[in-house]
């Protein structure tokens, strides 16, 4: 049974985020749209190629179980997992190596799948860390990507949307591990003692 969430409402959290306000950004539809587009743009560069997905936990879990889906290639599946944000609005500045690939990469089409690049910290550390391996190619694929404050000097080779520098939670993000199963993007913002935003 699936749940019909409002495009507004105030996340039921104790505690620090208790009464904050979450809105709708990039709805279920969108999000749906947007992965079967990139499955078929994936498809259309790899074919005859079986490349390796490496997603990065915890937030990009559902993005790559419905694109891999959406992708008529056979691909291999790693997963990595990394932390900047210690349960935080903001990145820490640091990344952490949590837990590493399992696979070798050596002489592999290598595709990080990754749920959002902000300050882009993250996302350098993964290319040094993927180069490192030897790999035949490495490509980037972000559900969703913070532009405006983004500190990369490459190209992401396939973004979802482009959003504005808001914390944003669903489909797999969390606030303070909760809501990563919204099937849509809210943006999540501070209320006032009265309730508005």
């Not at 996340?11 to 947007?34: C, H, N, P, Q």
């Not at 559900?143 to 939670?169: A, Q």
Request: charged content about 30%; overall charge negative; proline content about 3%.
């Amino acid at each position: 049974m699936s749940i019909d969430y409002p495009e507004k409402f105030v996340a039921e959290l104790d505690g620090k985020y208790e009464g904050w306000v979450l809105e709708e950004l990039v709805s279920e539809k969108e999000i749906r749209t947007r992965v079967k587009e990139l499955g078929r743009e994936i498809t259309n560069h790899y074919k005859d190629k079986t490349p390796i997905l490496i997603a990065v936990l915890n937030g990009s879990f559902i993005f790559i179980a419905d694109l891999i889906r959406e992708m008529d290639i056979e691909c291999e599946v790693d997963f990595i997992k990394l932390s900047s944000y210690m349960n935080e609005t903001k990145s820490s500045g640091t990344v952490r190596l949590v837990k590493d690939i399992s696979a070798n990469i050596t002489d592999r089409d290598v595709i990080v799948i990754e749920d959002i690049v902000d300050s882009g910290l993250t996302i350098k550390f993964l290319k040094n860390r993927m180069e490192g391996s030897g790999p035949t190619s490495v490509a980037f694929v972000t559900l969703l990507h913070k532009e405006e404050v983004s500190k990369i000097d490459f190209d992401l080779d396939y973004v979802g949307f482009k959003i504005p520098n808001k914390f944003v939670v669903g489909y797999g993000l969390d606030l303070d591990q909760k809501y990563r199963k919204l099937p849509a993007i809210y943006t999540v913002k501070e209320s006032d003692q009265n309730g508005r935003s």
